[in-house]
Structures are given as structure tokens and as C-alpha cells.
């Protein structure tokens, strides 16, 4: 005679097969019935952990897509942001998941159990993640300790919900970047400002050049293998450089105020802090520098 299956893996099935037909056929084709019939399971037993269509197509949404949703903490809380928030785009924007989040929060209008177990089973578990990596950048001494944690997440995934909602703009990586870009710089807190003298003649080259629109100077202040990595966007070499100072730097009439030089683990390597200036980015920021001789050989933005 065949015992009667753990309750945990029952549970489990029942999850795999919602999220799996939920991403098949969006809500129009969700029932309870069939995700019973994939699992293997009764509706009485569906019913006694979930009480409405809603709330486990919701639970089943979670489970196929939570791998997607979660934070790094790799101990910089402005990468942590970036990436999760660019996973984000990414799963909305080119898997069947933004199709069926944006038909959920499109029946949570009208459906007011629906907007309950919204509320109750994704948007305010997955807003609470965001809100811990940012007081754990608090905690770290990170970021300041004077904003309101659920305004910037309203700004940062609000705004990805906004384009996935209404396109009339596109959902890019590149502006998931320029969220983090316009809004973690304002949130980082000020440092001291460093003398002229504790400043490598590299770095100092870099922050001349691009504030006097010198673009020749600016790429000669790489050598000619650098590499520069600006939130995941990697260029190389000197043409990667004037690529990058086309599109972010001189190109977009940034002006660089260095606000501290300091000393990383590594000889040769700097943690700077710049206040930016520009038509596309303002704010504080903080880069990772390398330098060989008079030249930067490596620069990492986040």
C-alpha cells in the first residue's frame, strides 16, 4: 500500500506546476484545476493551503522566478543594487514573467483579494528585501541614515515597473544603470576631502582632462591595455576608453569635483570619490583605481 506523500514535497509540486502554468498561459489560462492535474494533486488539497486562484498563482509566480529576485550582498550595497535591479529587467523584459506580473497587477485593480495577496504575498516581501540591503548599507556606514529606504525603492523598481506598464519607453539595461547612477550617488555619505599632494599624477590627469574637455589628454591618461568597467558595462584598450568618455564622460559635458583619494589594500591602487557633474549623471561616486607609472590601468565604477 502507498504511504501518503510528505506534505513539503505535495506543497512543492503544486508551486512548480502554478508557476510553470502561469508563465505558459498567463492568468487567462490559470485554474486551479489544471495545476492540479500537473502536480498530481487534489483541489481539496490545494485549497487547504491556498484560498483562491489568486494567492497561488501568486505563491506559484514567486517560487519559478524567486532565484531571480534575490540580493547579492557582496559588501557595496550601490553593486548590490545595480545588480539585482538589472536581473530584474532582465526577467521582466525577456522572459514570459513580465507578461504575467503585468497581468497580475493589472487584475489586483479590480480583484480586491488579488490586490490583498499582492500586497501580502509579492510586493511587500520583495520591497522588504530592498529595503534590507539598503539599512545594511546604512549599518556599514555606507549610506546616509537620513532617507526614507521605501522612497528609493518606489524610485529605483517603480520606475522599471513604470516602462513595463506603460512602453512608450524602452526597458533597457542602460536605463536600469542610470537609475542606480542618478540615485545611490545622493545617498552615499561625504567624505573628507583630500590635498592635491595626496593625489597620484594619473588620477589627477584624468580629472583635468575631462574638466577641460580634453579628450586626447583624457585618453592618454590610460595605458593603452586598461580596462575600465563602468557598472558592468566593460570597455578595453584606448579605443574602449574614448568610447566610454564619448557616451558618459566629455561627451556628456561631465565635470569632476575629487572629493578624496584613499589608499586600497593593493600597492598602486586608490578607492576616489567624485562629485559628477553632467547632462546625464550628478552626484557622488565612487570608482576603483589602478595606476602604472603616470597612467591609469584600470578604473571600476559602482
Known amino acids: 500500500m502507498r504511504g501518503r506523500r510528505p506534505a513539503a514535497l505535495v506543497r512543492g509540486k503544486v508551486l512548480a506546476a502554478a508557476g510553470e502554468l502561469l508563465l505558459a ?17 487534489s483541489r481539496v488539497t490545494i485549497y487547504r493551503w491556498w484560498p483562491s486562484k489568486g494567492s497561488l498563482a501568486l505563491d506559484g509566480y514567486a517560487s519559478v522566478v524567486s532565484h531571480s529576485l534575490e ?23 525577456d522572459t514570459p514573467a513580465g507578461r504575467v506580473i503585468g497581468d497580475l497587477v493589472g487584475a489586483a485593480q479590480t480583484d480586491a483579494q488579488l490586490g490583498l495577496s499582492f500586497r501580502e504575498r509579492y510586493s511587500r516581501p520583495r520591497r522588504e ?22 522612497v528609493v525603492v518606489d524610485q529605483l523598481w517603480g520606475a522599471v515597473y513604470h516602462r513595463l506598464l506603460i512602453p ?3 526597458l533597457t539595461d542602460e536605463f536600469a544603470r542610470a537609475l542606480v547612477a542618478n540615485i545611490l550617488p545622493g545617498l552615499r555619505k561625504e567624505t573628507a576631502v583630500t590635498t592635491p599632494a595626496a593625489t597620484p599624477a594619473a588620477i589627477q590627469a584624468f580629472v583635468d582632462a575631462t574638466n577641460n574637455a580634453d579628450t586626447e589628454a583624457f585618453v592618454a591618461a590610460f595605458t593603452e591595455d586598461a580596462f575600465l568597467d563602468d557598472w558592468g558595462r566593460q ?22 569635483d575629487l572629493a578624496s583619494v584613499e589608499p586600497a589594500g593593493e600597492p598602486d591602487s586608490y578607492t576616489v570619490t567624485i562629485k559628477v557633474r553632467s547632462h546625464r549623471f550628478n552626484g ?9 607609472g603616470d597612467k591609469i590601468a584600470s578604473l571600476v565604477i559602482s
Open 25 to 41: 498561459e498567463g492568468m487567462g489560462g490559470f485554474t486551479i484545476e489544471k495545476v492540479a492535474a500537473r502536480a498530481g494533486s
Open 71 to 93: 540580493f547579492p550582498d557582496t559588501g557595496n550595497t550601490a553593486a548590490d543594487i545595480a545588480a539585482q535591479l538589472l536581473s530584474f529587467v532582465h526577467l521582466v523584459r
Open 129 to 150: 528585501l530592498a529595503e534590507r540591503t539598503l539599512r545594511r548599507g546604512m549599518e556599514r556606514g555606507e549610506l546616509r541614515t537620513d532617507f526614507d529606504p521605501q
Open 168 to 170: 512608450d519607453e524602452p
Open 235 to 256: 570597455f578595453h584598450g584606448h579605443d574602449g576608453v574614448a568610447s566610454w568618455n564619448k557616451t558618459d564622460n566629455i561627451g556628456v559635458q561631465a565635470h569632476f
Open 284 to 292: 557622488t561616486g565612487a570608482m576603483a583605481v589602478k595606476v602604472r
